[in-house]
């Protein structure tokens, strides 16, 4: 019960979400905040707090923007500048994140547009759900073992389940940033 009582919260948080979503006009909002995160993470991962230049992996962070956001950007002339900062590097990437939605957006009429992102952010949350529950069944199925270790195993799942819960947010996040970054439309017309 206690195993099911872990999944069952964090159902609740799903759900809740998704009937905001659904609920929602736009969801604007909620993927402007998700690529901010998205890109605050890439150069946080990049450029950890309390390191030089030159111990930042620019090629990581050169090769994760291009993945998920789809840019090509002048970074290694930023960082030929003087007082460059991650926070500085972080502000250009959103901003040319940003313009490239905002271009890509104007592509379509408004509503079209809000359906695009609202199908995207719904698509993206039932993968990952579905994907995360199995990994909780999988958890569940081996957790006992960590009796063997002196551990209470619900402890550990508890844990684990958080710990997978959060990775689970951070892969929605990044999939509904680089999905809309890289969505393309084609317009036809409709047959006669």
């Avoid at 604007?28 to 993470?41: F, I, L, Y």
């Avoid at 759900?129 to 909780?136: F, M, N, S």
């Avoid at 958890?139 to 550990?156: D, S, W």
């Avoid at 959060?166 to 990044?174: A, Q, S």
Wanted: charged share 35%; net charge negative; aromatic share 6%.
């Amino acid at each position: 019960v206690e195993y099911d009582d872990v999944m069952n919260d964090q159902r609740k948080v799903i759900y809740e979400q998704r009937n905001d979503i659904m609920d929602a006009d736009t969801v604007d909002d909620v993927v402007v905040d998700m690529r901010h995160e998205t890109v605050n993470a890439i150069v946080g991962d990049a450029c950890p707090p309390n390191t030089y230049p030159e111990q930042w992996n620019i090629d990581a962070l050169k090769a994760k923007i291009e993945d998920v956001l789809g840019l090509d950007l002048p970074i290694q002339d930023w960082l030929n500048e003087d007082e460059v900062d991650p926070e500085i590097l972080e502000e250009r990437i959103r901003e040319a994140a940003d313009d490239t939605v905002t271009v890509k957006a104007a592509e379509l009429p408004v509503e079209d547009w809000h359906r695009a992102e609202k199908s995207i952010l719904i698509q993206n949350l039932d993968h990952h759900w579905k994907e995360h529950l199995a990994t909780l069944d999988a958890l569940r199925a081996v957790i006992h073992l960590r009796a063997y270790a002196q551990k209470t195993p619900i402890n550990e799942y508890k844990q684990e389940a958080f710990a997978l819960f959060e990775r689970m947010l951070e892969n929605i996040r990044e999939d509904v940033t680089g999905s809309i970054a890289r969505v393309q439309f084609r317009m036809e017309q409709p047959p006669l």
